[in-house]
């Protein structure tokens, strides 16, 4: 049940251009389980791919938190990414996901009749 459900809003996401915030929230919470012999490797791969400036899948972070996060990538700890993470997450709680529960609201009514 899970999965497809993080598959749909997966799908959502996608289509409304935004499915990179759901990638980093989940890159995110593996970085934090991660050994900590790779957290260096896998913080500069999330960095790269999600916070610099010119990342390809840039995730809509302020200045000041991309500035702390640049400050801590040459000795990143399991929780570096955690402040990122929960802006993230709000900002899909605030909007994305209550527009993906009125969208599959909508979907489950009309098939009811």
Do not use: G
Not at 28 to 48: D, F, G
Not at 71 to 76: A, E, L, R, T
Not at 104 to 110: A, D, L, M, Y
Request: glycine fraction near 0%.
């Amino acid at each position: 049940m899970f999965s497809d459900t993080l598959h749909a809003f997966r799908c959502f996401l996608k289509s409304e251009f935004s499915e990179e915030n759901l990638d980093f929230w989940l890159a995110c919470e593996e970085y934090r389980v991660s050994p900590s012999n790779v957290l260096k490797s896998k913080a500069s791969v999330i960095y790269s791919k999600f916070v610099n400036p010119s990342a390809p899948q840039e995730v809509n972070l302020d200045a000041e938190t991309r500035e702390a996060l640049l400050n801590v990538m040459d000795s990143p700890c399991s929780d570096t990414f955690d402040t990122a993470q929960q802006r993230i997450f709000s900002l899909m709680a605030k909007d994305s996901f209550p527009r993906f529960l009125r969208l599959t609201n909508s979907i489950e009514t009309n098939r009811a009749y």
